[in-house]
């Protein structure tokens, strides 16, 4: 291991003529991309993370103007992209950026990874920086922390996110709280990223839903992609945090095509995205319900309803500037999540909501989770298990009854 990790720093050694000349860089598109309008641009943060739900405002440098989604509609420049490939392209864009980034896992190398987020990034960087690992998640997500401690900028890659189950003991008490626990004199600038979620008969094993088991461990961040446009804004702007991150891909979401603009852009990992502005209802969700949801509204326009959409994005820390003034404008809230009911994020979201926004809500907070089962391996069954677009018309139906 040792051995790795020396080869590692090696391959990420650069001059500092070599590193100015990067910053410039970096600042010149900066100052460009501030100028596009449409985007959210985030530099590299520097600030520790410390948890909790208070947004932070000071990261957010450039207004929203209109949505990703509305943006792929029209006639811009840009190109068509599938989402696994747009996760690609921001990973190999921070390759060629910064040496000291490198990916880890099980099958990233010659093979490409489990869905070909890293094909062929092997034959451009090589094997130090693109490192076939053991089928061992505790051993290199450890080796990945401690790379990170020493001044790389790794991305460990689960072949899929139920695995890390397995390397819970280094996310949470290493990853989490090394620089707590040293004083500050380390900082773990990682990325744990994988599919996860409930696919197409898969089996409970390989359908599971992490985002519960990470949202307690005290200094991690933790982000959900859900279209290509802002998979690849938020794996770039994982990549260059100090803090660890975690990225949540869903496994059904990898062929989700988009067209993205050909420039560079970043987005902040702290911000939700509005989807769809409405009137009558918010509706807060992440990930693949957020497809779901937009169905749903379909109807829901038809029957008469205005709901307002928001996709969190951010897991932990929740943007609760963007929340907050929804709930404002509306008074009535949905959570639409595929994790667990039980301890999942829409518990810990209505818990912020209530805490925060009591006094503006006209009815209770509903929140539509996955039910607390295994997920069955029956195809039927398994969609039983997590929620359906009539049950969120239902829900909204009954939140607005007057």
């Known amino acids: 291991m040792a051995a790795v990790l020396q080869g590692l720093g090696a391959a990420a050694a650069v001059s500092s003529a070599d590193l100015l000349s990067s910053k410039r860089t970096k600042l010149a598109w900066v100052k460009s991309m501030a100028e596009r309008n449409g985007s959210v641009l ?6 520790r993370f410390c948890g909790g739900l208070n947004r932070r405002a000071a990261n957010v440098v450039a207004a929203k103007a209109e949505s990703p989604t509305s943006a792929a509609g029209s006639k811009q420049p840009g190109h068509e992209i599938l989402l696994f490939e747009a996760l690609r392209e921001g990973l190999k864009e921070e390759m060629d950026l910064d040496p ?34 053991p089928i061992a998640e505790n051993s290199f997500t450890g080796m990945g922390i401690g790379a990170a401690m020493t001044g790389l900028r790794p991305i460990v890659e689960g072949m899929n996110m139920g695995f890390l189950l397995l390397a819970f003991n280094q996310i949470s008490n290493n990853c989490g709280m090394l620089h707590y626990t040293s004083g500050g004199q380390f900082t773990i600038p990682i990325v744990i990223r994988g599919p996860g979620g409930v696919g197409r008969q898969l089996g ?17 961040q933790m982000v959900a992609c859900s279209t290509p446009y802002n998979a690849k804004g938020l794996m770039k702007a994982a990549i260059r945090s100090e803090n660890p ?24 990992l702290e911000e939700a995205e509005m ?8 509706i807060l969700t992440y990930s693949r319900m957020r497809y ?28 609760l500037y963007t929340i907050g003034n929804s709930v404002k404008k509306t008074h009535r809230v949905l959570i639409v999540e595929e994790c667990m009911r039980t301890g999942g994020i829409g518990a810990s979201l209505r818990a912020a909501i209530i805490e925060n926004f009591w006094d503006y809500l006209d009815a209770p907070i509903m929140c539509l ?12 069954l398994e969609e039983w298990t997590v929620v359906q677009p009539a049950q969120i018309v239902t829900a909204v139906e009954q939140l607005c009854q007057p």
């Not at 985030?42 to 600030?47: A, I, K």
């Not at 409970?204 to 991690?220: C, I, K, M, T």
């Open 42 to 47: 985030v530099g590299r943060t520097n600030r």
């Open 275 to 282: 989807v769809r502005p409405g009137e009558h209802v918010t």
């Open 100 to 133: 000291h980034v490198c990916v880890m896992g099980e099958d990233v190398g010659h093979y490409g990874g489990s869905y070909k987020v890293t094909k062929d990034l092997a034959k451009e960087y090589g094997d130090l920086r693109v490192l076939d690992t």
């Open 292 to 319: 779901h949801v937009m169905q749903a509204a379909q109807t829901l326009v038809n029957k008469g309803y205005d709901p307002e959409i928001i996709d969190i994005r951010s897991l932990k820390p929740f943007d």
């Open 245 to 268: 991150v975690i990225l949540f891909e869903h496994v059904l979401l990898y062929n989700l095509k988009e067209r993205i603009p050909d420039e560079e852009y970043v987005l902040s």
């Open 369 to 380: 989770s996955s039910q607390d089962v295994p997920t069955p391996y029956a195809g039927t």
């Open 204 to 220: 409970a094993e390989h359908s599971q839903r992490l985002e519960s088991y990470f949202q307690s461990v005290p200094g991690l």
